[in-house]
């Protein structure tokens, strides 16, 4: 079963037309698997206390200090993490930093792995070793640019979370 969350994720929305890829891939095995869709993106950081004062304020200075920049996959996998099923690695020197600058800004500290999922929820790990074996078949260049960054409050199930607002990098 999902954890019911209560916190805010910073999220990097992929632009351009593998956005659009991502989606119909993310669409595809929610549809397969019987779980629900979500906007395709690549989380800078979660876990943030909904708590947090002047979080808007934080944010948008955090998406100000950073320029565009383009990120690249590796390979797809699957887990048994509820929001990580099936999923494809992302790197990027710029990323990392980012991340950082950001586990600064909140106090975190945890080992970044960047990604982007295509399904969330407990499916069967056949199933999720399916949807891996398929995008392993494919010639998989999803890079994108990252130009914006949006503020989500993760608040119970992930059908119910609200995007509050979008930041453009620079």
């Known amino acids: 079963k999902e954890m019911e969350l209560d916190e805010y994720t910073l999220w990097l929305e992929p632009a351009g037309k593998n956005a659009s890829i991502l989606q119909n891939y993310i669409e595809n095995f929610a549809s397969r698997a019987g779980t629900h869709s979500f906007p395709p993106h690549l989380t800078l950081i979660g876990g943030i206390s909904s708590e947090t004062p002047d979080i808007q304020k934080i944010v948008r200075s955090l998406a100000e200090s950073r320029q565009p920049f383009i990120v690249s996959n590796t390979v797809p996998d699957s887990s048994d993490q509820f929001y990580k099923s099936v999923f494809i690695q992302y790197v990027s020197e710029e990323l990392i930093t980012f991340n950082k600058e950001a586990q600064r800004v909140f106090s975190k500290s945890y080992e970044y792995e960047p990604h982007v999922s295509l399904l969330y929820g407990k499916v069967s790990s056949v199933l999720a070793e399916t949807f891996v074996s398929e995008l392993q078949k494919e010639p998989l260049i999803l890079d994108f640019e990252v130009r914006r960054m949006s503020l989500w409050h993760a608040k119970g199930e992930y ?12």
């Open 159 to 170: 059908t119910e979370w609200k995007k509050l607002e979008t930041f453009p990098l620079g």
